[in-house]
């Protein structure tokens, strides 16, 4: 199936561990992003990526490192993980960096305790 | 004033009925829109996208826009209960430049197809 897939799904773990998010596309797009979705359902970009470069790095803490190691993938370390990162992290991706709409992932339910 | 607002709802509209989902945005030189669904638990899957004035139809689904105002609508005719969803505009801030194809994304409206 052609998609974006992310992994894990769900994320419980304890403030100040540190966690990885992988997500990958087999669409052949070029731009891959990484969104966050508050309890309030608002969806806030914090980096994209094209063809491996960073090409928007948003307000984000440096607690939160991407990595592209090939442009179908796309990672999300953060470290020292605290109580306000609970979300739902959403990967995207879309033809180029330009005016197109996005494919999404299925989303990453990160909870922290 | 926010980037993209849309109306706040919840909307609840009777099956067979036109609903009517509303968004403004503040950044006159934006280019592109688009209209996401994301079921509950769900990611956003695009329904819409629209680039130029004037109505575009598909479906049950007609994207409205007006930059002149600054304004882009979703009508759903003959609403379904699966339709229940929440409907999340997202406009592309300009023609290229450094946007890069970020997308803003408004709040959100809930909108609930009874039968």
């Known amino acids: 199936d052609t998609a974006v897939s992310q992994t894990p799904k769900y994320l419980v773990t304890q403030m100040g561990n540190d966690k990885s998010i992988k997500c990958e596309q087999n669409?052949?797009?070029?731009?891959m992003y990484w969104y966050k979705q508050d309890s309030k359902k608002f969806l806030k970009i914090m980096f994209s990526y094209n063809n491996k470069e960073l090409i928007i790095n948003e307000t984000v803490p440096n607690r939160f490192s991407p990595k592209s190691p090939d442009k179908a993938h796309l990672n999300l370390h953060i470290n020292s993980l605290e109580l306000g990162d609970s979300a739902v992290y959403f990967c995207?991706?879309?033809?180029?960096?330009?005016?197109?709409?996005?494919?999404f992932g299925s989303g990453t339910r990160l909870t922290v305790v | 004033q926010k980037e993209v607002e849309q109306n706040s709802g919840p909307l609840s509209v009777p099956e067979g009925a036109i609903a009517s989902l509303n968004c403004t945005y503040s950044d006159r030189v934006s280019q592109s829109f688009f209209w996401y669904r994301q079921y509950s638990g769900k990611s956003p899957e695009l329904i819409m996208s629209?680039?130029?004035?004037g109505d575009k139809e598909d479906g049950r689904f007609t994207a409205q826009l007006n930059k002149a105002s600054q304004y882009v609508s979703l009508l759903i005719r003959d609403s379904q209960p699966s339709d229940s969803a929440t409907y999340l505009c997202?406009?592309?801030?300009?023609?290229?430049?450094?946007?890069?194809?970020?997308?803003?994304f408004g709040q959100g409206t809930i909108l609930t197809v009874h039968p």
């Open positions: 669409l052949g797009h070029d731009t």
């Open positions: 629209i680039y130029s004035n």
């Open positions: 995207a991706s879309s033809p180029i960096a330009g005016p197109y709409g996005y494919t």
């Open positions: 997202a406009v592309h801030p300009n023609a290229g430049g450094t946007s890069y194809g970020k997308l803003t």
